[in-house]
């Protein structure tokens, strides 16, 4: 067990709509990421937070949008939801930046989109 | 399993074998390298992990190896067992703040 707990495991929901995917990272961990895996994308950065504060940014698209909060939790929302969305999406924490230690990774939510 | 599909590098190895898996990474100026293994229905997990100022370092039945002139490292598994089928990534820090995965290798171990 990693100590990341993501919620839910499992969504599935219609083109259009809206979601949101919720992240607890390990206990002293202050930062989050999160990460979509797709079947031909293999694990694709989208953002990290640290300590409440934006510090990185992929190739998050402009529908998705995510944020840390004082407790450290983590939402990332993704809205106007098409087929190719579908996807595992992973949220994962560190005690620093990434910069000198590994990240812990949740078990994934997994968005189906029909 | 949520990987079926990928199409990923394939390696596939006896039981008992020593198995090699390599990545090629981007970035000269990145400074910590990670591997990860991933199985079925789960996040990745971290196996041992590299900083640019060595170019060897052993855990327990796995070694990483870098080369930075060629940017490459290497992820060696000893003994390998069937437990140890799975996906395989390798991530770099590029400085930043971000972690960046390789595409990964899908490790079989025949028993």
């Known amino acids: 067990d990693s100590g990341v707990t993501q919620t839910p495991k499992h969504l599935i929901t219609a083109t259009g709509q809206r979601v949101t995917l919720r992240c607890s990272p390990r206990?002293?961990?202050?930062?989050v990421y999160w990460y979509q895996q797709s079947l031909d994308q293999g694990l694709q950065f989208l953002i990290q937070?640290?300590?409440?504060?934006?510090?990185a940014k992929g190739n998050i698209l402009e529908r998705f949008s995510a944020q840390q909060f004082p407790d450290l939790h983590s939402e990332l929302n993704l809205s106007s939801l098409e087929l190719g969305d579908s996807a595992l999406y992973f949220c994962?924490?560190?005690?620093?930046?990434?910069?000198?230690?590994?990240?812990?990774f949740g078990n994934g939510t997994r968005l189906t989109v029909t | 399993g949520e990987n079926v599909g990928l199409h990923l590098p394939t390696l596939s190895v006896q039981e008992g074998d020593n198995s090699i898996i390599n990545c090629a990474y981007s970035?000269?100026?990145?400074?910590?390298f990670i591997w990860y293994k991933q199985e079925s229905g789960k996040g990745p997990q971290f196996i041992i992990d590299?900083?640019?100022?060595?170019d060897k370092r052993q855990g327990q039945r796995v070694t990483v190896l870098l080369n930075k002139t060629v940017k490459h490292l290497s992820l060696q598994i000893a003994a390998t067992q069937p437990g140890d089928s799975a996906v395989y990534f390798c991530?770099?820090?590029?400085?930043?703040?971000?972690?960046?995965f390789g595409a990964g290798t899908r490790l079989f171990v025949k028993a």
């Open positions: 994962a924490s560190s005690v620093d930046g990434g910069l000198d230690s590994p990240l812990h």
């Open positions: 206990s002293g961990d202050l930062s």
């Open positions: 937070y640290y300590n409440g504060e934006e510090r």
């Open positions: 970035n000269s100026a990145s400074d910590y």
């Open positions: 590299i900083r640019s100022n060595m």
């Open positions: 991530a770099e820090n590029t400085g930043g703040f971000k972690t960046i």
